[in-house]
């Protein structure tokens, strides 16, 4: 198991030069004068500004120095100072957010991220009781029935389900409200008296002692949570369905049943616990898909965290929020993979002991 | 009919007991493998379902000319009609006023709503697009996206897929890095950045989401080939092939490919569904298409500046929205119906 786990470790920074390499590949799509404009904040207007951008920044140097460049960032001639380079955390500056592309995801992050945590919860326990009933009511109408849903959840659009959402319990109902919070408190949160410890809306109304406030908070993430549920609810769903029913086929489980084991034992004991195991990689994974997710969600309930965000920036062509984004979406999917490997290979007694 | 040239071809029976019997005129005809597969999706109602609804999109996209005129001979079809340029949207079945269709067709006159001048039979949105028009003719963007892009990643997935499971090595290694590398940005992040980073490329047209859909769409694909060939590599009658000195292409084209291929029938299913979802959504944030274009997508966006009363505009997000949800509906139930006729681990048992 060891050695399985250096290996993914040693595969890591390749995986990320790879998405570097790839998302500033994405980049030669635009030629050298509309990249130009990503260097300055001011658009240059004149073609000798233009030009000098240009040369400033190498964008007519081969590929690699061009990426290289980007990479670790170019000594000023002037200075003699080193600036921009990825690497060195300068993701340039963001044009729709007008400050730099850091501090947008630093500032954004939190809310995507409870809102994330706040789906995740009933997205595993649905999503596991649901695939594991149907899989003990196998072609039953229990079984049935919850795959069509699952089918259905799959097949739904998440702007439309959210549009209906808004249509009925924004619209019509006036229940629930798109945002974060109501006017009153969005005002009454950026005031002194009340300190953002995590910036979690949630979290940090509980700490300021604020019940009002959290219940508030509450209300604006029924609306988002329900439509990301759906469609992972169907996935975790279908997962289990499946798992559970591959063992239920294993030897052992014949064993068990032969040696005159109750049937709820044997579910319980020897099913279950085998099936969950794949389940709980994937349940790993869920909170990175949700977080990868909230684009269309947030966008349509204008939610302000980073998918909105992302979504506005790539409407108006933003693209160095656009890379941040990606570059920092995919290094945390990458390091839930990584996790995620790793505790199949703790959980799963065939790949720890080999 | 059994004759002398016909011989009787027996295969192993339906019962349990193994017993032996005559190949129908069915497996004879595509062969036991194809029989089952299409016997199993015409006897199962959920698929039978899926195929319906399918088909009726199909109509929808071929008789689009008949079910939506165009104003005239020279409009560019895909481009939705607007009835001036008023921001209300307008309901059901109001006046259509200016730019209506160049003519009455039979079934409007006779079957429905039996009227000599063209209505917005569903209405309209903000900007006053037509959006029957835009339901009619989506149909054949749909289908358009969905074939495009299942087309290309399928080819490009089987391909690299096919090269890393078959020769395995370092030239797997290295292929299924890449993937890895691919895999690593969540789809629909990936496909946003690179349609809206194409479009000042291709112009506002449907080529953008069309090729960034490709660009993060085929990793599926590969891994799974790969998985497939690995294991069917291994299969005896393969090894066999190889030991009687068959050539590595040979074997491939005729041994492996054909027999790990039935899994990915099962995704292009189900993808052919995925793909105008994700389609759609770009064109919901507004990537690629021009306004107007006629997209279900394009036309769900239009409710976005609605939002505090879409229950009086509730037809702007309904119809639009109806007709995505069915489409993705048809392939994936064509496609769950097909996983669980292909599942060998299921097979033999009553699914």
């Known amino acids: 198991?060891?050695?399985?786990?250096?290996?993914?470790?040693?595969?890591?920074?390749?995986?990320?030069?790879?998405?570097?390499?790839?998302?500033?590949?994405?980049?030669?799509?635009?030629?050298?004068?509309?990249?130009?404009?990503?260097?300055?904040?001011d658009i240059p207007k004149t073609d000798r500004q233009v030009d000098a951008i240009i040369v400033r920044y190498g964008l007519d140097k081969p590929f690699y120095v061009q990426y290289w460049n980007w990479l670790v960032g170019t000594v000023d001639g002037n200075t003699g100072e080193r600036v921009g380079g990825v690497l060195r955390g300068d993701l340039g500056?963001?044009?729709?957010?007008?400050?730099?592309?850091?501090?947008?995801?630093?500032?954004?992050?939190?809310?995507?991220?409870?809102?994330?945590?706040?789906?995740?919860?009933?997205?595993?326990?649905?999503?596991?009781?649901?695939?594991?009933?149907?899989?003990?009511?196998?072609?039953?109408?229990?079984?049935q029935v919850a795959r069509v849903f699952a089918i259905i959840g799959w097949s739904f659009p998440t702007f439309v389900f959210a549009l209906l959402l808004l249509l009925v319990f924004y619209a019509r109902l006036d229940w629930f409200q798109p945002g974060q919070l109501s006017t009153g408190f969005s005002q009454e949160v950026i005031k002194p008296g009340f300190t953002q410890y995590t910036?979690?809306?949630?979290?940090?109304?509980?700490?300021?002692?604020?019940?009002?406030?959290?219940?508030?908070?509450?209300?604006?993430?029924?609306?988002?949570?329900?439509?990301?549920?759906?469609?992972?609810?169907?996935?975790?769903?279908?997962?289990?369905?499946?798992?559970?029913?591959?063992?239920?086929?294993?030897?052992?489980?014949?064993?068990?049943?032969?040696?005159?084991?109750?049937?709820?034992?044997?579910?319980?004991?020897?099913?279950?616990?085998?099936?969950?195991?794949?389940?709980?990689?994937?349940?790993?994974?869920?909170?990175?898909?949700?977080?990868?997710?909230?684009?269309?969600?947030?966008?349509?309930?204008?939610?302000?965290?980073?998918?909105?965000?992302?979504?506005?920036?790539?409407?108006?062509?933003?693209?160095?929020?656009?890379?941040?984004?990606?570059?920092?979406?995919a290094v945390l999917l990458v390091a839930a993979n990584l996790i995620v490997d790793i505790m199949y290979a703790v959980l799963d007694p065939r790949v720890r002991l080999s | 009919m059994t004759t002398v040239s016909d011989p009787v071809v027996l295969r192993p029976g339906a019962n349990d007991a193994g017993e032996l019997r005559e190949m129908?005129?069915?497996?004879?005809?595509?062969?036991?493998?194809?029989?089952?597969?299409?016997?199993g999706i015409i006897t199962n109602p959920l698929s039978v379902t899926g195929i319906v609804l399918v088909f009726l999109f199909a109509m929808l996209a071929l008789f689009a000319p008949v079910l939506a005129p165009p104003p005239n001979e020279n409009w560019p079809r895909m481009q939705i009609p607007r009835d001036g340029f008023k921001a209300e949207p307008q309901p059901p079945m109001s006046v259509w006023n200016k730019n209506s269709p160049m003519s009455v067709p039979w079934w409007y006159r006779n079957v429905w709503p039996r009227q000599e001048q063209w209505v917005h039979l569903m209405g309209t949105t903000s900007g006053q697009y037509d959006i029957w028009y835009g339901f009619v003719w989506g149909a054949r963007t749909a289908f358009f996206a969905s074939f495009v892009v299942t087309f290309a990643?399928?080819?490009?997935?089987?391909?690299?897929?096919?090269?890393?499971?078959?020769?395995?090595?370092?030239?797997?290694?290295?292929?299924?890095?890449?993937?890895?590398?691919?895999v690593a940005f969540p789809f629909i992040t990936g496909a946003l950045i690179l349609a809206s980073l194409l479009t000042p490329m291709f112009g506002r047209?449907?080529?953008?989401?069309?090729?960034?859909?490709?660009?993060?769409?085929?990793?599926?694909?590969?891994?799974?080939?790969?998985?497939?060939?690995?294991?069917?590599?291994?299969?005896?009658?393969?090894?066999?092939?190889?030991?009687?000195?068959?050539?590595?292409?040979?074997?491939?084209?005729?041994?492996?490919i054909p027999n790990a291929m039935f899994p990915t029938l099962v995704r292009i299913s189900l993808n052919m569904g995925a793909v105008v979802l994700s389609f759609a959504a770009l064109s919901f944030l507004?990537?690629?298409?021009?306004?107007?274009?006629?997209?279900?997508?394009?036309?769900?966006?239009?409710?976005?500046?609605?939002?505090?009363?879409?229950?009086?505009?509730?037809?702007?997000?309904?119809f639009p929205g109806v007709a995505l949800l069915l489409y993705g509906l048809g392939w994936n139930l064509i496609g769950d119906a097909l996983r669980d006729i292909l599942d060998p681990k299921l097979r033999g048992k009553k699914a």
């Open chain 2, 153 to 182: 990643t399928t080819l490009l997935g089987v391909l690299v897929g096919t090269f890393a499971g078959f020769y395995g090595g370092w030239v797997d290694e290295i292929l299924m890095r890449v993937v890895e590398v691919f």
């Open chain 2, 205 to 256: 047209s449907v080529w953008p989401a069309t090729v960034a859909l490709i660009i993060f769409g085929w990793t599926g694909y590969a891994r799974q080939l790969r998985g497939d060939i690995l294991a069917t590599k291994e299969r005896d009658y393969v090894l066999a092939a190889r030991a009687s000195g068959a050539k590595d292409s040979h074997l491939m084209l005729t041994h492996v």
């Open chain 2, 286 to 318: 507004g990537i690629g298409l021009p306004e107007g274009f006629a997209d279900w997508g394009q036309i769900v966006s239009f409710a976005r500046s609605w939002i505090l009363t879409l229950d009086v505009y509730w037809y702007i997000i309904v």
């Open chain 2, 24 to 39: 129908t005129r069915l497996e004879k005809a595509v062969g036991p493998e194809w029989a089952r597969l299409i016997r």
């Open chain 1, 1 to 41: 198991m060891t050695a399985y786990i250096i290996r993914r470790l040693l595969i890591l920074p390749l995986i990320l030069f790879g998405v570097t390499l790839l998302i500033f590949s994405m980049l030669q799509v635009l030629g050298p004068v509309e990249r130009s404009a990503l260097y300055v904040r």
């Open chain 1, 93 to 143: 500056y963001s044009r729709s957010g007008r400050e730099p592309v850091i501090d947008v995801l630093i500032r954004r992050m939190p809310a995507t991220l409870e809102l994330a945590l706040w789906a995740m919860v009933p997205v595993i326990a649905f999503g596991i009781w649901l695939g594991v009933k149907a899989a003990l009511n196998h072609n039953k109408l229990f079984d």
């Open chain 1, 199 to 329: 910036r979690m809306m949630t979290i940090d109304s509980l700490l300021n002692l604020r019940p009002d406030i959290f219940l508030d908070a509450l209300r604006h993430l029924i609306m988002p949570v329900t439509t990301l549920m759906v469609v992972e609810v169907a996935l975790l769903l279908k997962i289990t369905r499946s798992a559970m029913l591959e063992e239920m086929r294993q030897d052992y489980v014949t064993t068990a049943r032969a040696k005159g084991l109750p049937e709820k034992m044997i579910t319980n004991r020897h099913i279950r616990r085998n099936a969950l195991i794949p389940v709980i990689t994937v349940a790993g994974l869920t909170l990175a898909g949700l977080m990868g997710g909230v684009v269309i969600t947030e966008t349509v309930f204008d939610y302000p965290g980073i998918g909105s965000w992302a979504a506005a920036a790539a409407v108006s062509l933003d693209v160095l929020s656009m890379l941040g984004y990606a570059l920092f979406s």
